[in-house]
């Protein structure tokens, strides 16, 4: 019996955009948008190999089939069989040439095109950095939009069009991540988290075993040596010999024992110190503080006097004679610092080319070293951006001129438009966009002085959080596509405005495109002129 040779063909279409591995996926969801094609390309690969899978078990199958009803009438009279002489020629053939062939169906390896396809591919896959920088931005978006476990493993979040839900084994999977960086509180959720949808009858290779030795220590490292030694117990009903969890019981049950000898000589006046320190830090609002509850949309200190001095209007640039006859949209979002909005200020075409212009450019944003100018990463700012030039394309250059007129200020001593788009629980913690005093030289490069002002392009909506807020008086500016907020960095006298201090918000649901100028003093002095107070 001769097999029909098996052909098959695995998709190779390898759907990579750019020539070289990227880098930090994480912070930008722009480049994340690859990797869902590449793992499209990747399932299609993987059925095709099943197919064939399929198709050469069909055919053994069919072999097994025929010749289990052939070898059921030869085995009942062997002779007689064999006295036929086509059947003696078959047997001899079978055995002799064709059961060789099945060998070699069998022994044929069907995987080659999807391997080959995975080794192309996983050159452009996220690594370990990638999977670290997500899931700490899980625990960011926790932190400063005050979700609870629960929600977010379950998937209840705002605005969400895809949703999607934690299994035991990623809440596990957390846990050690925060576990690695010993941070102690968030191993604690996730592992209780973990054990919460074990309990609830969630079938997982996760192990509660592995879960309560984490969980266990990540409480005693709390301070919580009561609810360690429960939970070490827990864990020695379900092994009895685990070796740690035994140590570790004997030693909670030492420290135990100390402490209790130890609350017996403890006097009132500590308790009154940690009265007078617990008051302290009810009073004192730090700043990070200040930046989540904004981010959350508390906090905000716009009183109703103030907020009837705030108007909207039709604004044309001060009789700039592009927008007399087609003056824009303006409206107050802030009054001291003024901050103004504008609306409708750049079309969906526009962002679209400038998209397109940056992605091939994204790199993981950077900020200067105060100390030595260089530049590099930090992990408050997750985003990737991009720099364009006027002369690139007509849209960059009309943006510019647009940027010009509508400020009065001079766009030739600016910096080129930056573009940036937020990663995971993307976020740029509280910062200047100036130099200070003490960074003489921050823009001693550039030759053109200090960050005078700050045009903000919002080129994308988001569905939950990424706002744009100030710290210092206590104003969140949300993202509105197409629009655009303009502020003044420097007082005329050219000296900083500390309550410009700003930060943008992690992206909790959505995706987050912006773009911002930041205009300079040099060619201002006429434009902008300096008054003779510091604070004017």
């Not at 089939?65 to 002779?79: G, I």
């Not at 766009?411 to 130099?435: I, K, R």
């Amino acid at each position: 019996m001769a097999f029909n040779k098996i052909w098959y063909t695995v998709a190779l279409g390898l759907l990579l955009p750019f020539s070289y591995a990227h880098t930090d996926f994480f912070t930008s969801i722009g480049h994340m948008t690859d990797l869902i094609n590449t793992e499209k390309d990747l399932v299609v690969s993987l059925k095709d190999y099943i197919k064939a899978e399929e198709s050469k078990l069909e055919q053994i199958k069919k072999w097994a089939e025929k010749l289990d009803q052939l070898t059921d009438t030869a085995t009942k009279d062997p002779e007689g069989f064999l006295g036929h002489p086509v059947n003696a020629f078959k047997l001899m053939k079978r055995l002799n040439t064709e059961w060789g062939e099945l060998e070699s169906l069998v022994l044929k390896d069907m995987s080659d095109g999807f391997i080959s396809n995975m080794t192309i591919q996983r050159q452009f896959f996220p690594n370990d950095e990638d999977q670290t920088g997500a899931a700490k931005a899980l625990l960011r978006l926790q932190d400063t939009y005050n979700l609870d476990t629960d929600t977010l493993s379950r998937g209840n979040l705002p605005g969400v069009k895809h949703k999607s839900f934690l299994t035991a084994e990623d809440c596990f999977e957390l846990g050690k991540i925060a576990y690695t960086e010993a941070d102690y509180y968030h191993t604690e959720l996730w592992m209780e988290q973990a054990l919460k949808q074990l309990d609830e009858g969630e079938v997982s290779s996760a192990d509660k075993v592995y879960i309560l030795d984490y969980l266990s220590y990540a409480v005693y490292q709390q301070g919580d040596l009561s609810k360690a030694m429960t939970l070490t117990k827990r864990l020695l009903e379900l092994d009895p010999e685990h070796q740690r969890a035994n140590g570790n019981m004997k030693y909670f049950e030492y420290i135990m024992a100390k402490e209790k000898e130890a609350n017996k000589s403890s006097t009132d006046s500590e308790d009154q110190m940690e009265k007078e320190t617990e008051v302290k830090k009810k009073d004192y609002l730090p700043e990070r503080r200040k930046y989540e509850m904004l981010c959350r949309g508390e906090g905000l200190k716009m009183t109703p006097r103030r907020q009837k001095r705030l108007f909207c209007r039709y604004y044309d640039g001060n009789r700039n004679p592009r927008y007399i006859l087609g003056p824009v949209k303006q409206e107050d979002e802030w009054d001291k610092p003024r901050i103004v909005r504008f609306l409708d200020i750049i079309s969906d075409e526009e962002i679209e080319t400038v998209k397109e212009l940056a992605k091939p450019r994204l790199r993981r944003a950077t900020i200067s070293n105060p100390i030595t100018g260089a530049l590099e990463t930090a992990h408050y700012r997750i985003s990737k951006s991009a720099w364009l030039s006027g002369y690139e394309s007509p849209v960059v250059s009309r943006i510019n001129t647009r940027i010009q007129d509508l400020t009065g200020l001079d766009v030739s001593t600016a910096e080129e438009l930056q573009v940036a788009n937020y990663g995971v629980g993307g976020q740029y913690e509280p910062h200047f966009d100036f130099g200070r005093k003490d960074e003489p030289d921050a823009f001693k490069e550039l030759g053109t002085g200090n960050r005078i002002a700050t045009w903000l392009f919002y080129m994308s909506d988001v569905s939950a959080g990424g706002a744009t807020v100030f710290p210092e008086v206590g104003a969140s500016v949300w993202p509105k596509k197409g629009t655009a907020v303009f502020w003044y960095n420097l007082f005329p006298s050219g000296e900083g405005d500390y309550s410009t201090r700003h930060a943008a918000c992690p992206v909790l649901v959505g995706n987050k495109w912006v773009s911002n100028k930041w205009l300079h003093e040099r060619g201002q002095e006429f434009r902008r002129p300096c008054t003779l107070s510091e604070l004017e």
